[in-house]
Every structure is written in structure tokens, then in C-alpha cells.
């Protein structure tokens, strides 16, 4: 028993510590391929890894965690858009596990997660802008892109989890 819960926080850590590096990382990536990565929904693909080869609690500091760190680390993006990023990767996280529970359907709860997450993202986001607390578009990344991010997440969760089975809830 010590040893596979001693096995669980390594890997947890480890997938942490790659998700931390990556999100601190991610401007010189981007710059070094010449594509801007965080089209591509970085912060929500590490906790997707999360959901996927961790115990649930791990999603949950990881919805907290990388918004605070690009903030820190990159100052981007603004103190407001970082508790937007955080309030919408805990309802994510929030929502996923507990659709998951009720339906035992990974592919519809990731898919219902994240779409919901978005349309409260977006509403407190246009919320923001009316308010002219943020500056800018609402919509800074491209509504293609968005989709294909979120079938791509929700088909892997569901494959993951049909041939892994589901994390412990521990």
C-alpha cells in the first residue's frame, strides 16, 4: 500500500513538474517552432494529462497552479485574466469528475467540462471587458482551433480511460 501511494505522488510530481516547466516555457517553444502554443490551450491540455494518469486531487492543483505560474513567471497574462484561467480550469476539473460520476462517460463529461468552463470564461470575460478591466478581443484564440482542442482532449480522455480504466479517486 505505501509503495503504490508513494508510486501515485511521484507521478504526480513528475507530470507537475513537466506541466510547471512547459507553461514557464512556453513563449521560447513557441518562438523556437514558430507557432504560438498557447492557441493550442496548454494550461487545459496539462490538466487533461492530469485527469488522465493521476489521481484526481493532482487536477485540481494544477487548475490552480499554472495560471499562477505563467503569471508569475511570465506576467502574462494580467492578474484578471489569471483568475478568468483559474476559475475556468476549477470548474473544468469541478465538472468533469463530478459528470463523470454520474454518468461513467468520460468522452460526453470532458466534452459537457470544457464546454461549460468556456461559456462561464467567456461570460466573465465580456464581463471584464464591459468593465474595461481587461483590454482587448474576447476572443484571442481562434473558435477552430478551440474546437478542435476539445474533441482532441475529450476523444484522448476517453481512450485513456476505456484502456486504463479511470484514476483512483484518492
Known sequence: MKTKVTLSISGSLFIDALAVLF???LS???EFIGYPLYNLEPMRMMVVLAF???PRWNSWILALLLPLVSYYFGAHPSMIKTGLMIIELLINVGLFWFLLDKTRFSLLSMLLSILFSKAVYYLLKYL???QQW???DLVSTPLDIQVITTIAFSIFVFIVFL????PAKH
Open 134 to 136: 481587461l483590454s482587448g
Open 23 to 25: 507553461i514557464i516555457f
Open 163 to 166: 484502456t486504463r480504466g479511470r
Open 52 to 54: 488522465a494518469f493521476t
Open 128 to 130: 471584464c471587458l464591459e
Open 28 to 30: 521560447d517553444l513557441s
